[in-house]
């Protein structure tokens, strides 16, 4: 049987990942829209960025793929399987990028992505590098995937948001990627590319190294990184009341307002 495949034309392959599903009839027309955003508030000198989860990183002494340079004929030497040790826990990276200057934060969580921990990363961005890069601020545009912890419809998003634009008083714009396009998301290939390229084949054994490595992340470009523990536990299933939902002071856009809209403070 085997000889017989090949003489008609078959081989062994892999699958390769290229489907990612039914495009939704306005995604170029989104696109559009949040490129004429960032356009805006960069012209208007104001902060835009771009958010997202990069995907959980079980620590311990496991191996890691591609390679590193180490002394000829001494690969480093891992554990023969690679089952997580849930005593050692897993690794949670959430980014923050600054569109204009080529500058980023990850906050590496210890416990889930949720809501609160992607604002928590947003917030501690805006602590540690924003604010001192955007001085006059007073509106702040985010684009970010439509699922996950940042989803256009995760009503915990938006109170959590909330939350954030009243302690800052801040106008916080968000503008979500169609379904199925995350890897448009500038966060993917101007950050997450280049922390995964900086730690290939180096065991993530603590929360120290991941965070190191994240850190020491630079590029041709001029890429700055800065990452930080945040030890904080947050709980998955999280929901957010239809009171709370009520008190997020929300303007939806003309143009899909369910995937573009903003959050002023309440007053």
Excluded at 9 to 35: M, V
Excluded at 55 to 76: D, F, I, Q, S, V
Excluded at 181 to 186: A, D, E, F, I
């Amino acid at each position: 049987m085997r000889h017989l495949l090949k003489e008609a034309g078959y081989s062994l392959q892999a699958n390769r990942k290229t489907r990612e599903g039914t495009s939704h009839p306005d995604r170029n027309a989104q696109f559009r829209y949040i490129n004429r955003r960032v356009q805006a508030q960069q012209r208007g000198e104001e902060p835009a960025i771009s958010v997202d989860a990069k995907k959980k990183e079980p620590l311990g002494n496991l191996k890691n793929a591609r390679r590193t340079r180490r002394p000829k004929g001494k690969p480093r030497e891992v554990d023969t399987h690679d089952f997580p040790d849930p005593r050692k826990g897993k690794a949670v990276p959430y980014g923050v990028y600054d569109l204009r200057h080529n500058e980023a934060w990850v906050s590496v969580g210890v416990s889930s992505d949720t809501a609160e921990f992607a604002v928590a990363a947003i917030r501690c961005w805006w602590k540690r590098l924003g604010r001192r890069r955007h001085r006059q601020a007073k509106r702040l545009l985010i684009t970010a995937d439509s699922g996950g912890s940042n989803s256009s419809r995760n009503r915990l998003w938006k109170v959590a948001l909330q939350k954030l634009s009243n302690q800052t008083g801040l106008e916080i714009e968000v503008c979500h990627f169609p379904p199925g396009t995350s890897k448009w998301n500038k966060i993917e290939h101007r950050l997450f590319r280049h922390v995964t390229r900086n730690w290939q084949g180096r065991p993530l054994e603590t929360y120290e190294i991941v965070v190191n490595l994240i850190g020491s992340t630079t590029t041709k470009s001029g890429l700055k990184v800065r990452a930080e523990l945040d030890p904080s536990t947050y709980e998955k299933g999280g929901k957010a009341s239809d009171q709370q939902l009520a008190r997020v002071n929300l303007t939806p856009s003309r143009f899909h307002g369910d995937w573009n809209y903003v959050i002023r403070p309440n007053r």
